[in-house]
């Protein structure tokens, strides 16, 4: 399964989607919206690099923010 970035709002997240939940909050630049990457035990190895993907999204996509983001 691949890992998710997953919008969070008042720190409720937007989907429930099990598995790990990356405590790093990444946030839009310009709005400060909030997501967490959740991930799979086969993902972990991944995890920076998911982060540096999911930032760079949710920057990207501003202001239309979805509520995950595929990683
Ligand atoms: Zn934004």
Do not use: Q, W
Not at 10 to 21: Q, T
Not at 26 to 31: A, E
Not at 43 to 60: G, P, Q
């Amino acid at each position: 399964m691949p890992a998710e970035a997953i919008l969070y709002t008042n720190n409720i997240p937007a989907i429930v989607y099990g598995k790990n939940v990356d405590s790093v909050l990444l946030t839009c630049l310009s709005c400060g919206a909030e997501y967490h990457i959740h991930y799979s035990n086969s993902e972990f190895r991944r995890l920076a690099d998911s982060r540096i993907l999911a930032e760079s999204r949710i920057n990207a996509e501003h202001p239309n923010h979805e509520r995950s983001i595929l990683l």
